[in-house]
């Protein structure tokens, strides 16, 4: 089991910028992906980006160019860069990790608001 804990989510304004930040524990050699959800009120939970042990990442259309995804192998630990932040980016966002066989192992989740 895998164990995520995660940091840096509040409230910004339109234009601004924050860094998610997501640490894991336990069961972390057998990591073989990390990345990011969100859900507004309302709406179902959305992929934003991953990056894989080998290097290969995916971002949803809606952050490309915004947002970075990036990972500390050494500290297990995996980034959300977000830029040019849109009060639609507002959300509760969840780290996710897949660890080989498959299983899927959620963070608590951190708010970001996105208001002036």
């Known amino acids: 089991q895998v164990q995520l804990v995660e940091s840096g989510g509040g409230l910004v304004q339109p234009g601004g910028s924050l860094r998610l930040s997501c640490a894991a524990s336990?069961?972390?050699?057998?990591?073989?992906?990390m990345g990011w959800y969100r859900q507004a009120p309302g709406k179902q939970r959305e992929l934003v980006a991953h990056?894989?042990?080998?290097?290969?990442?995916y971002y949803a259309d809606f952050v490309k160019g915004r947002f970075t995804i990036s990972r500390d192998n050494a500290k297990n630990t995996v980034y959300l860069q977000m830029n040019s932040l849109k009060p639609e980016d507002t959300a509760v966002y969840y780290c996710?990790?897949?660890?080989?066989?498959?299983?899927?192992?959620w963070g608590p989740g951190t708010q970001v608001t996105v208001s002036s």
């Open positions: 996710r990790v897949v660890t080989t066989p498959g299983s899927v192992s």
């Open positions: 990056k894989a042990s080998g290097g290969s990442t």
């Open positions: 336990g069961s972390t050699f057998s990591i073989s992906q």
